[in-house]
């Protein structure tokens, strides 16, 4: 009877586990697409046959649309997927590592302080790092994001400190850096406070092959290094006191899993401007498909936030043809909806 049992169990596991894989091959293929849709949306109305074509061979339709495709909407589309992938990605070990479903990248003031330090070198043009022309801005944004998160990792390494009180340093923060924005934008003039408030709406057109490089790299480094934790993080979502139990060193894995998220956020921030909810709404969606196992959870999140952020793109440029809405706006009227159901469905939990 013992033998049956495990052999049936045995056989629901490799069906839960081959359900898991199909997941991952068919948000997989569903970002290729939204990735060539993506590249054959904007003005000129060309087919998704011939971008292909192109795509494949650069100048099969001539230098024009090599030039259209290759140096202006692909870099813009593989920026959605790295930038998609580097928030959800770090947005799924923030939730685990706080044991929070509402936590994301920007949980921790990254974005505000990332705005403030924009800010700095919009209206008084100042440098964090001497001498860097014109990427000024967007060095400003992520050496601020990365202070911020250093910051937040030395206040773990206090004593007593846990995951409410991160959170709780995360507000302290988020506020502290918004009034600094906006002192700035008092003191801007009508130009620089447009400049201000068009880099906080989040933009995909300040794409550039170099900033897709060190995505891309970033990204290639960080989730196997979230992979190679995956028992350690899985332990972690039923409790730190099971997971310690279990041999798990929680504290050294929330240093670890802090120095990835910070660098993942302030990358992605830097590069694209305020995109809120993608650390939110990936993860939320890979759990609802596959539950709580990193194995499949982690890159599940990163494949949906890939995904996510390639549909805004694309919904960016067909809303009013010729015009090209900040992504920031787009991603936020998709994750509020997504924010409340969390915050309904955690009540629900709690009272049942």
């Not at 709404?281 to 498909?289: D, E, N, Y």
């Not at 539950?291 to 936030?305: A, C, H, K, V």
């Not at 805004?312 to 991603?331: H, M, Q």
Request: aromatic residues 8%.
């Amino acid at each position: 009877m013992t033998d049956i049992t495990a052999h049936g169990l045995r056989v629901r596991y490799g069906a839960h586990t081959r359900r898991r894989y199909l997941m991952l091959l068919v948000v997989t293929l569903c970002l290729l697409v939204s990735f060539i849709v993506d590249v054959a949306t904007g003005p000129g109305g060309y087919s998704i046959a011939t971008v292909t074509q192109v795509l494949a061979d650069p100048y099969s339709h001539g230098a024009r649309l090599k030039v259209i495709v290759w140096d202006y909407r692909l870099p813009v589309a593989l920026t959605a997927v790295i930038v998609g992938g580097l928030l959800a990605t770090a947005g799924a070990q923030m939730q685990t590592i706080l044991n929070n479903p509402l936590a994301e990248p920007f949980t921790l003031g990254v974005s505000s302080a990332a705005s403030f330090g924009a800010s700095l070198a919009i209206v008084l043009g100042f440098s964090v790092i001497p001498a860097v022309g014109g990427l000024i801005v967007t060095l400003n944004a992520f050496v601020f994001a990365l202070a911020t998160c250093g910051f937040i990792l030395l206040a773990t390494r206090l004593k007593g400190v846990g995951s409410e009180t991160m959170i709780l340093f995360g507000i302290a923060i988020f506020f502290t850096f918004n009034a600094l924005l906006a002192l700035m934008q008092y003191m801007a003039s009508e130009d620089q406070i447009s400049r201000i408030v068009f880099w906080m709406m989040g933009s995909l057109g300040r794409a550039s092959w170099e900033k897709i490089g060190l995505g891309a790299l970033l990204l290639a480094v960080a989730l196997p290094f979230g992979l190679m934790r995956t028992w350690a993080m899985t332990a972690l979502r039923m409790g730190e006191a099971t997971a310690e139990s279990m041999g798990v060193d929680v504290a050294r894995l929330r240093v670890e899993m802090l120095i990835s998220i910070s660098l993942m956020a302030a990358t992605a921030v830097a590069f694209v401007g305020t995109v809120g909810f993608i650390g939110l709404v990936g993860p939320h969606i890979a759990r609802l498909l596959v539950g709580e196992d990193q194995r499949f959870f982690l890159p599940l999140s990163t494949l949906i936030g890939a995904l996510v952020l390639s549909l805004t793109s694309i919904i960016s440029k067909s809303i009013t043809p010729g015009v090209i809405y900040p992504i920031g706006i787009i991603t936020a009227l998709i994750g509020v909806p997504v924010f409340i159901s969390i915050i309904l469905s955690t009540r629900r939990e709690k009272l049942s």
